[in-house]
Each structure stands twice: as C-alpha cells, then as structure tokens.
C-alpha cells in the first residue's frame, strides 16, 4: 500500500508531539508493509490558492501556481491509496499550513454541481483516498479537537479510517518524569498499534483511538505542569520551544531559581503509586535563595509547605542547585555527602523512599 504522510509541525521531531505521534504511526505502517513518503510542508514552497477557479474552468483539475504543492505534492496525492494529514492544534483548529494544503486540493473538485437532498453537491475527479488525521494540542482533549474532527468528517466522509487525537500533549514531548512514563509509553504503542491496523485491516480501531486520547488520571496534575513550564519560561524570559531545547542541554536544575519553583517541581514530579511507607523530609536551604521546604507523604498523598519542621524524618541542607544536581541524578548523594555540599541528619530510608517517589 502506498502512503502518502504529510506533517505541518513546524517543530524539530523532539519537541514536537504531532511529529512524535506520527513517527509512531509510521512504524506502525511499515511494520505492516506499507511504502510510505514523508513530506514537512514547513520545508516546501507552496503558496496560498487565490481563488481564480483556473482549475475549474482554464485548466480543468490543473492549478496555475508553479511551486512545490503543484509539482511535488499534488501528482503524488493523486496516486496514494493512503493520505495521513499530520498537524497540531494551536487555536482551536489545523494550522494555518495544513489548512493551506487542503485548500490547495481544490483542483481535485470537480467544476459542476448538483442539487442532492435539498442542498448543493459537488463531485471529486476520481475516489478519494482513504485518510488519517494525527493531532495533538495542550489543550484537553474534549475540547481541543471539536472542531478539527467535525471538519476532517465533513471533508472525507467514508474516506476517514483513522482519527489520532492527543490533548494535554505538553508533557509528552517536554517532561518525561516518573508520574508520566508509562502514560507515555501507553500512548506511543497505541499510536504505532493504530498504523498497523490501519494498513492490515482498512482502519484504526475505535479502542486503540480511545486509548491513544484517553484523558489523564490526575488532570489536576497535567494543568500544573503546563502552567509550571508558563511560569519558568517567563522567570528565564524563555518561549516554550526554547525551554525544552534548554532542558535537554543543561536539565531543569539551571531553570529553578526560587523555593516556589522546587516546590512546583516537586509537586509535579510526585509518583503516587511508587511508595506505600509514610515519611517527611525538612530541606534547609543555604545560600540564593535561603528557605525551608517541607515534604510529607501521608497515606499516599503529597503535602508540600514552605516551613520548618523540627520533627521530620530527615533533614537535608544544601543550595538548592546541589540538591537538585543529587535529585536529578547529575551527582551521586554519597559524593555530595563526603564533600559536605550536602548535609544530613536523620534516617536516610526516607531519602531511598524520596527517590522512589519522585
């Protein structure tokens, strides 16, 4: 089968969720059998329709603008038995690239109309190929997506076997910590799953669809997250894209400055499900900034406050750049230990059950 796979992220692949969701449904399809060519529309000339109805009347099924959509694109949509449209959802809609794209399809509509069922039907020049939409957006999924669906139902009717919608996608492709992980890896096998039955059986199942947009256990925790990376970039005067590329390069410690954003941090990265044993632990903060943080884990829940307990299981001190380095794996705690970066007192199972749960 030969498929036809066009992408309007105008993202780099590793920060791009509509991109990471289609490099999984590609894997799917090839897997399957399928040839497949792959086309960034970010990386050709294509130029917006003006309208001119050329294709319907001088140039029947011909478009009169000479760039990459009427040379490339367009003669190789004619002959693919699969088209999979991959865009990301930024405003409650495709992007304006995809947008374009399907716009530009125009020519395959063929000129006169018809009255059909008390309305105005217009035929296509041939069949029209059997079509997947890949999407994702940092909105929730419900919501997110309304719009897209209706219109890719409207425009491909029967011809529409595959709908990959992936809301709240922020931590996807930016946060890989424990709470997310096996959501992730959950997400991306569906996808791939959806890609091999696509091409084995003629659609994406509707379970395998549910499991790729089923929402998150703990929404609460999602929203958290996405206004967490709002607040670090506008603190290191940052947009989104450059934020990940940053945390990739250097991690998260150089873009924690204050006790609010570790407890932010924290309180995003906290694992449920990873430690059932009840312990606190008192961070003591020398240095910029100079505070206190106080962790506890009671009955499976995370309580975190910017105050001072006497009382907790184990008290750590440090700048809060070394206790990140030793929290984020950058240094063994033992080294930090030896060379008194870090101090502590107290029963350091809880720091072995801090590490399990976050």
């Given at each position: 089968?030969?498929?036809?796979?066009?992408?309007?992220?105008?993202?780099?692949?590793?920060?791009?969720?509509?991109?990471?969701?289609?490099?999984?449904?590609?894997?799917?399809?090839?897997?399957?059998?399928?040839?497949?060519?792959?086309?960034?529309?970010?990386?050709?000339?294509?130029?917006?329709?003006?309208?001119?109805?050329?294709?319907?009347?001088?140039?029947?099924?011909?478009?009169?603008?000479?760039?990459?959509?009427?040379?490339?694109?367009?003669?190789?949509?004619?002959?693919?038995?699969?088209?999979?449209?991959?865009?990301?959802?930024?405003?409650?809609?495709?992007?304006?690239?995809?947008?374009?794209?399907?716009?530009?399809?125009?020519?395959?509509?063929?000129?006169?109309?018809?009255?059909?069922?008390?309305?105005?039907?217009?035929?296509?020049?041939?069949?029209?190929?059997?079509?997947?939409?890949?999407?994702?957006?940092?909105?929730?999924?419900?919501?997110?997506f309304t719009n897209l669906s209706n219109y890719v139902q409207y425009l491909f009717q029967d011809h529409l076997v595959g709908e990959i919608y992936r809301g709240n996608s922020d931590w996807l492709s930016f946060f890989h910590g424990n709470s997310f992980t096996n959501k992730r890896n959950e997400i991306l096998e569906a996808t791939?799953?959806?890609?091999?039955?696509?091409?084995?059986?003629?659609?994406?199942?509707?379970?395998?669809?549910?499991?790729?947009?089923?929402?998150?256990?703990?929404?609460?925790?999602?929203?958290?997250?996405?206004?967490?990376?709002?607040?670090?970039?506008?603190?290191?005067?940052?947009?989104?894209?450059?934020?990940?590329?940053?945390?990739?390069?250097?991690g998260i410690r150089e873009k924690l400055h204050t006790i609010e954003s570790f407890m932010h941090f924290m309180k995003i990265q906290y694992h449920e499900s990873a430690n059932k044993n009840d312990y606190s632990i008192q961070f003591i903060f020398r240095g910029e900034p100079n505070g206190n943080c106080f962790i506890q884990i009671?009955?499976?829940?995370?309580?975190?406050?910017?105050?001072?307990?006497?009382?907790?299981?184990?008290?750590?001190?440090?700048?809060?750049?070394?206790?990140?380095?030793?929290?984020?794996?950058?240094?063994?705690?033992?080294?930090?230990?030896?060379?008194?970066?870090?101090?502590?007192?107290?029963?350091?199972?809880?720091?072995?059950?801090?590490?399990?749960?976050?």
């Open positions: 089968m030969k498929v036809l796979v066009i992408n309007s992220s105008p993202k780099e692949e590793e920060f791009s969720t509509t991109k990471t969701l289609t490099k999984e449904f590609v894997k799917g399809m090839y897997r399957a059998g399928a040839s497949i060519e792959q086309f960034d529309l970010h990386k050709l000339n294509i130029k917006f329709c003006v309208g001119c109805s050329s294709c319907s009347t001088k140039n029947i099924g011909k478009c009169i603008l000479p760039d990459d959509m009427s040379n490339i694109l367009f003669p190789k949509f004619l002959t693919t038995d699969l088209l999979v449209l991959a865009t990301p959802v930024y405003f409650g809609m495709m992007n304006a690239a995809m947008k374009n794209f399907i716009d530009r399809l125009f020519p395959y509509l063929a000129p006169l109309q018809s009255v059909r069922d008390k309305g105005v039907s217009q035929e296509y020049h041939g069949n029209l190929p059997n079509t997947v939409i890949i999407s994702a957006a940092s909105w929730n999924y419900r919501e997110a791939q799953q959806a890609g091999t039955e696509v091409i084995m059986n003629g659609v994406a199942s509707r379970i395998t669809q549910e499991r790729i947009s089923s929402d998150m256990d703990n929404l609460n925790k999602i929203v958290d997250f996405h206004n967490f990376c709002m607040e670090i970039c506008q603190d290191n005067k940052l947009n989104i894209l450059q934020y990940a590329k940053a945390v990739k390069e250097s009671s009955n499976d829940k995370c309580y975190i406050l910017q105050e001072r307990h006497k009382d907790a299981d184990l008290t750590v001190s440090s700048t809060l750049e070394q206790l990140l380095s030793v929290l984020i794996g950058e240094e063994e705690i033992e080294k930090s230990l030896t060379t008194g970066r870090l101090l502590v007192k107290g029963n350091l199972k809880a720091w072995e059950r801090l590490k399990n749960n976050f």
